[in-house]
Structures are given as structure tokens and as C-alpha cells.
């Protein structure tokens, strides 16, 4: 996945005084935006690329209106080449000479506009960066947690942690989640499930206290900008107290069986 404060930092550096200008696009494409749901964004990018044309034909300069139309060729051959695989959004800046060429989809919502101009406009850009951050989701469940990493509103990768509550020892978990194991909190009898609570109660500091180095290495080592502990008051409160790394919000609700989709709705909004 492209490292967007890398991205930003080479376009800032880009400044036009000719007729080879820059054309910036942000496409929003979102089937799920009421105002889509006709495709109404393959009619925005019509009008829009023919705008500027129109303008530089009335404009009569011959070569700025040969290096939009480069420019705007190559764009319709991205858009009609990617359309299957579209999500919210369509980010593009380029210019005739290839100097630039940034072409990509992404999950976030964007506003549709065009600009074409001598520097690249990277308002909205620079807020997506601001506002998706490389992230570490982690899930609480009483003995279970569960770390979703995501970046631009994008999973990048899941990892679980399961509690043998026979050596306090947590592990990393491969494969299914096994329902009804003896270190499940849902599995067997009331009345084990009875003890298991009470006894998640007493413990549950120290447990996770001992888990808590693990995911402040998690957090250094992969460069989370931003935390969110989400989980039931008592687990996602203890957990967060626990760690060295304050999180940016604790969110108090039971997701980790939830799909991570949902997950980042319910962090990003």
C-alpha cells in the first residue's frame, strides 16, 4: 500500500509556470453515497474533463490544449480500465510529460473535483492523511484480543491473542476460533462459565498487564499513529490502563466477533 505523507511531501515539491500544467482529480465514486446510486460519477467525469478542453480551445493556446488532451486521454484509460474494482473514491494527478503520474482507488469518502493549474491541489489529500492514519484496532473479549492494523481505511493485516488461563501465558492464535475449548468464554456449563467470570475478575489486571508489553511493541514496531481499544467497559477500560502507549479512544462495545468492515465503520465513522 503507497505511503501517503511520502506521496504528499513529492507533490509539494511540484510547481508549474508553463503550458505543461498539472491535472488533479478526486472522484468520489461511493455506490453506498445516496448521490451515486445511478453512477452519476461517470457523468461528473465527463463534464469535468471537458470542462477545462472547452475552456482552452476558447483560450485558442494550442500547445496547453495538446497537453490537457494527453493528460485527459490517459485518465479515461485508467478510469475505464480500473471501473470494476472502484470503492468510494478515484485520486489522480498528471501531467502531459509524465513528470507525475498518481493514479488510485481508494476506501475513503472524497468530493469530486478538478483542477488544472500549475501546482498539484492537495487539500483533500492531506486531510485523508490526517484523518486515516496507520492504525492499531485492538478488540477486547475478556481472554481474547484481536489487532486489525489498518491505513487509509484499508486492512493491512489481523493477528489474535488467546489467554491459556492454565499458565497465564497469552499466546498468538492460528486457525479458527474454537467455540466450547476449555479457554473459550462461551463453551461448556453455566456453571463453568460462572467461575471463568469470577475468576476473570480477580485476574484480569494482571492478565492484562502481561499482554500489555506485547502490544506497545506491536505499536512501536509498526509505527501506529493513532490507538483504539474497543471492547466492554471493564476489559477495554483495564486493557488501555495497562499499556504504555495511550490510546486515542477507547470505544465500549463488544466487536471482536464482528467483521472488520464493521469494525472500521464503527471507528472512522
Not at 8 to 37: G, H
Not at 193 to 201: L, N
Request: aromatic share 10%; charged share 35%; hydrophobic share 30%.
Amino acid at each position: 500500500m503507497m505511503d501517503l505523507t511520502k506521496e504528499i511531501k513529492k507533490l509539494e515539491s511540484i510547481q508549474r509556470d508553463d503550458a505543461n500544467k498539472v491535472f488533479t482529480m478526486y472522484l468520489n465514486t461511493d455506490p453506498s453515497d445516496p448521490e451515486q446510486q445511478g453512477g452519476e460519477w461517470k457523468i461528473h467525469l465527463k463534464n469535468g474533463l471537458r470542462n477545462f478542453e472547452k475552456y482552452l480551445q476558447e483560450d485558442d493556446n494550442k500547445e496547453e490544449l495538446k497537453n490537457y488532451q494527453t493528460v485527459k486521454e490517459k485518465v479515461q484509460r485508467f478510469v475505464e480500465g480500473n471501473e470494476q474494482n472502484y470503492g468510494k473514491g478515484v485520486i489522480v494527478f498528471a501531467t502531459a510529460d509524465e513528470e507525475i503520474w498518481f493514479a488510485e482507488r481508494v476506501q475513503m469518502p472524497i468530493k469530486t473535483e478538478f483542477f488544472w493549474q500549475e501546482t498539484p491541489e492537495l487539500g483533500q489529500l492531506k486531510h485523508l492523511s490526517e484523518s486515516y492514519p496507520k492504525s492499531g484496532i485492538i478488540l477486547v473479549q475478556q481472554n481474547e484480543i484481536k489487532v486489525i492494523e489498518a491505513y487509509l481505511n484499508e486492512i493491512e493485516e489481523t493477528y489474535s491473542y488467546e489467554l491459556d488461563i492454565n499458565t497465564d501465558d497469552w499466546r498468538e492464535k492460528t486457525g479458527p476460533r474454537k467455540i466450547g475449548s476449555a479457554n473459550s468464554t462461551l463453551g461448556g456449563t453455566n456453571n463453568q462459565t460462572d467461575d471463568f467470570k469470577a475468576r476473570f475478575e480477580a485476574n484480569k489486571q494482571r492478565w492484562y498487564k502481561k499482554i500489555a508489553p506485547k502490544l506497545d511493541k506491536q505499536a512501536k514496531d509498526r509505527s501506529w499513529e493513532k490507538i483504539y481499544v474497543v471492547g466492554e467497559p471493564g476489559q477495554s477500560n483495564e486493557l488501555s490502563e495497562q499499556m504504555n502507549k495511550p490510546a486515542d479512544d477507547v470505544i465500549q462495545k463488544n466487536m471482536l466477533d464482528h467483521e472488520e468492515s464493521k469494525v472500521l465503520e464503527e471507528i472512522y465513522g
